[in-house]
Structures are given as structure tokens and as C-alpha cells.
């Protein structure tokens, strides 16, 4: 098994530009995750899906992020327009029972 | 809600001996799960082990064990014979088995271990 897979590693973007992040969680996981890790606030969680359906998404911040999950196998986490202050590591994760995986994150950082 | 609260933001061992992290927790709820999660430098988070709340026995996987009193709300880590490989940050989490906070991982502070050769 790869494992929760997320793309890009890294990202840097500008002030007011898109930001796409892209997750695949591991194949028959029917829950997914997006948390965001940062200095001060430690691992927050933004939005959780079960079988493709948004449960939870009291954690986002504000309407600038938008999360989708169209499919069992593929999920984006959206900021547009970015700002310096959502610089952080965003990790996506999935599970089927009761251990959650994380992917390796997608660092971003908006300058 | 539920709070997970790690008192230790560092602590440090030296390698081959044994060494306790710390975790306290709040809930109302009766039935939940607690792991610890590894992240070493490399930003991977990595489950280290995990306990059923409805689990009396501490769960333990290798050198990796854990000292869970439910009264107290506490789950602590104890890492014997430590490794410099066991270097990274660790965090408690706390996940609820039913209701609003089924599903969602909610996070300690984390400890940064130090392993010395």
C-alpha cells in the first residue's frame, strides 16, 4: 500500500494567488482528514469526510478555504485567495476503523 | 469539547535507558481512543500505539508502552531502551468513539524528545 499520498511536497505561492492541494487516501479508507500544523496553534483539524460526504467542517478557518471530495479516491483542499497568515504544513489523512494515516503534508508557504 | 494537554514540551534521555512522556486529557465521554503519534523530522506523523478506553490492560508494542488511568484521565509513554531514532516530536491524541467528536483526532501540544548517544 502507498499509503495517504499528497501533492505537491512543497509549495510556495504569492499573496492573493490559488492554492490547490491534492490528496489521495489509502484505497477502501471510507473516512478523510485535513489538518493544518503550525507553531502556534499545533494540529488543528479543518474538515473531515465520511464515504465522500463533509461531516465537520467547523476547523476551517474562513470562506477563503473550500474542501472537496468528489470521489472515494481523490480530495483537494482549496485557498483562494491565499494569504501570508495560512502558511503551514497541511496534512491530509484517512482511516477505515479506528487508526488514522497521515500523508507526509504538503508544506506551503505564501509570501 | 474535548482537550488534550502534554506538560513536557521537551525532555531528553540518553540512549539505551528509558524515558516517560506525559499526558492528561478531558473528556465526558466513557467510551474513546488515545494514541501517540510520532514526527520526526522528516514531518511524517507516525502512530507509535494506541488504547481502547474500554481496555483495562496497557497497550504495548515493543519498546513502546503506555501507563493509561482512566479515573485520572492520564495516558502516559514510556519508551524503553531508548534510540537515537526515537529523536522526533510526539504527540498525545484523544479520539471519541460515538457523537460529535467521533472521527476527529484532536492533539496535544507534543513533547520534543532529544535522544543522547
Known amino acids: 500500500d502507498a499509503g495517504v499520498i499528497q501533492s505537491p511536497r512543497h509549495e510556495v505561492t504569492e499573496m492573493g494567488q490559488e492554492v490547490t492541494l491534492r490528496c489521495k487516501p489509502i484505497?477502501?479508507?471510507?473516512?478523510l482528514f485535513w489538518y493544518r500544523q503550525t507553531m502556534m496553534r499545533g494540529l488543528e483539524l479543518l474538515i473531515y469526510?465520511?464515504?465522500?460526504?463533509?461531516?465537520?467542517d467547523s476547523g476551517m478557518p474562513e470562506d477563503r478555504f473550500s474542501a472537496k471530495m468528489p470521489n472515494a479516491s481523490f480530495s483537494t483542499l482549496k485557498i483562494q485567495p491565499s494569504e501570508p497568515r495560512d502558511s503551514a504544513v497541511y496534512f491530509c489523512?484517512?482511516?477505515?476503523?479506528?487508526?488514522?494515516?497521515f500523508g507526509s503534508g504538503t508544506r506551503l508557504t505564501v509570501v | 469539547a474535548q482537550t488534550v494537554t502534554q506538560s513536557q514540551p521537551e525532555m531528553s534521555v540518553q540512549e539505551a535507558e528509558t524515558v516517560t512522556l506525559s499526558c492528561t486529557y478531558d473528556?465526558?465521554?466513557?467510551?474513546?481512543?488515545l494514541f501517540w503519534y510520532k514526527q520526526p523530522p522528516s514531518r511524517q506523523m507516525i502512530l507509535v500505539i494506541r488504547?481502547?478506553?474500554?481496555?483495562?490492560q496497557n497497550a504495548t508494542e515493543n519498546r513502546f508502552s503506555v501507563n493509561f488511568q482512566k479515573a485520572a484521565k492520564s495516558f502516559s509513554l514510556k519508551i524503553s531502551d531508548s534510540q537515537l531514532g526515537d529523536a522526533a516530536m510526539y504527540f498525545c491524541?484523544?479520539?471519541?468513539?460515538?457523537?460529535?467528536?467521533?472521527?476527529?483526532?484532536?492533539f496535544g501540544q507534543g513533547t520534543i524528545l532529544t535522544v543522547h548517544p
Open positions: 489523512a484517512s482511516s477505515l476503523g479506528i487508526a488514522i494515516t
Open positions: 484505497s477502501g479508507h471510507n473516512s
Open positions: 469526510f465520511n464515504n465522500n460526504v463533509p461531516i465537520d
Open positions: 473528556t465526558s465521554e466513557s467510551d474513546y481512543y
Open positions: 488504547q481502547e478506553a474500554y481496555k483495562q
Open positions: 491524541a484523544y479520539r471519541g468513539a460515538g457523537g460529535t467528536s467521533y472521527g476527529k483526532l484532536t
